[in-house]
């Protein structure tokens, strides 16, 4: 089956790179026209460059209401609509609760979570006048599996999977669908640290039981399925992307540094 989004427009907030790159890639390739923004301009001029026509790009900072508004106007008036979505843009932050700067934590949650917001919020708002869409948020293992060291995002995800739930419950009676993923360990340049250190990336492995790093490729495979026609009827929940590594305990990293 190809072309499942032939003629559909989308926004892709983190499209520059990891994630939101592969789902970019997925999406132009089944036919869809995509905006993409992120805060990196080389990454951004790169992806476009790669992707051809199919694609513009907005250099944009999610935790900037005007930044966001412009990204998804940019779709409507480039392109002549907006169909989907996907929310990517995020990062993490490593520190004890006790020991844990606020401003560090403000940015991981203004940027995972608050940025979410405004993205759907933004987004929701063209796809509820219209009367369809269907937005994809990424979300994280860590919403429901705590990790030693890494609270704000953990609870930046958490957060961002009941905005899902949330925003699934006002959005559909207008006809837009929003689900979530969560990935697990996936190779992209936030994960990148993991090459460093061989005992962390080691951890991971032993804890994903399919035994293998996850690519953003399978990612960007599940959210085709949920925007495209395949995804009709699932809205309000999250999908893990996980090799089930969510049914073991997240690794210690706290005790892998300088391992």
């Given at each position: 089956m190809a072309n499942r989004l032939?003629?559909?427009?989308g926004v892709i907030t983190g499209g520059a790179s990891g994630i939101g790159l592969a789902c970019a890639r997925r999406y132009v390739t089944e036919g869809a026209r995509?905006?993409?923004g992120d805060r990196n301009p080389d990454a951004l001029a790169a992806a476009a460059a790669e992707l051809g026509a199919a694609v513009v790009s907005e250099q944009v900072d999610v935790t900037v209401e005007a930044d966001v508004e412009r990204l998804v106007?940019?779709?409507v008036t480039e392109f002549g609509g907006l169909d989907?979505?996907?929310n990517a843009a995020g990062f993490g932050t490593f520190g004890f609760i006790a020991d844990h700067p606020v401003d560090e934590w403000r940015a991981v949650i203004d940027t995972c979570l608050t940025g979410v917001m405004l993205s759907v919020k933004h987004e929701g708002r063209i796809m509820r006048d219209a009367g369809h869409g269907a937005i994809v948020n990424i979300v994280s293992i860590n919403a429901r599996v705590p990790a030693e060291g890494m609270s704000a995002y953990c609870c930046a995800k958490a957060g961002v999977?009941?905005?899902t739930r949330c925003a699934a419950m006002e959005l559909g009676p207008s006809g837009v669908r929003v689900a979530g993923i969560g990935p697990g360990f996936i190779d992209t340049p936030m994960t990148a640290f993991t090459q460093v250190v061989p005992a962390i990336r080691d951890a991971y492995l032993a804890s994903t039981p399919l035994?293998?790093?996850g690519q953003p490729e399978d990612v960007a495979d599940a959210a085709l399925f949920l925007v495209s026609e395949d995804g009709r009827w699932v809205s309000g929940d999250t999908l893990f992307v996980?090799?089930?590594s969510m049914n073991k305990a997240?690794?210690?990293l706290h005790k892998l540094v300088g391992a």
């Open positions: 032939e003629g559909q427009v995509v905006v993409l106007a940019r779709a989907v979505a996907v999977e009941m905005l035994g293998r790093a996980d090799g089930a997240y690794p210690e």
